[in-house]
């Protein structure tokens, strides 16, 4: 069987365009996680706590998103060197799952937290 060397340096370059993607992803919630902590709080001491709990949040979503990435790519690239590369199933529906949790924990600082002006 011959192997195309171009065709396979443009699916590895493609796996690694992925994984940045993934990266920058992440990098951007631990940011944001951060900035939510530092600006965000309501008028009450109490809401401190639903601020820290919705910056945790967030930040820890960041952290599963590199770790999510990289650990793709690691077997991707395998996948790709072996010729069975499988689409992704779990790490999209758990990205997915932890995206919605932190919506809905947004959602409810919005209504419970955030003063209307």
């Known amino acids: 069987?011959?192997?195309?060397?171009?065709?396979?340096?443009?699916?590895h370059l493609a796996n690694?365009?992925?994984f940045l993607a993934w990266f920058r992803t992440g990098i951007t919630l631990v940011a944001l996680g951060l900035a939510a902590a530092?600006?965000?709080?309501?008028e009450r001491p109490?809401?401190?706590?639903t601020v820290r709990?919705?910056?945790t949040l967030v930040v820890g979503a960041?952290?599963?998103t590199v770790l999510t990435g990289f650990n793709r790519y690691r077997a991707s690239r395998q996948r790709i060197e072996d010729a069975e590369f499988e689409p992704a199933g779990l790490s999209v529906a758990i990205s997915t799952a932890i995206a919605?949790?932190?919506?809905l924990v947004a959602i409810v600082f919005v209504l419970a937290i955030v003063p209307v002006r």
């Open 38 to 42: 530092q600006f965000l709080g309501g």
């Open 16 to 18: 690694e365009r992925t």
């Open 100 to 103: 919605l949790l932190i919506a």
């Open 62 to 64: 960041g952290a599963i």
């Open 1 to 11: 069987m011959t192997v195309d060397v171009d065709s396979r340096a443009r699916t």
């Open 46 to 49: 109490e809401d401190e706590a």
């Open 53 to 55: 709990l919705l910056a």
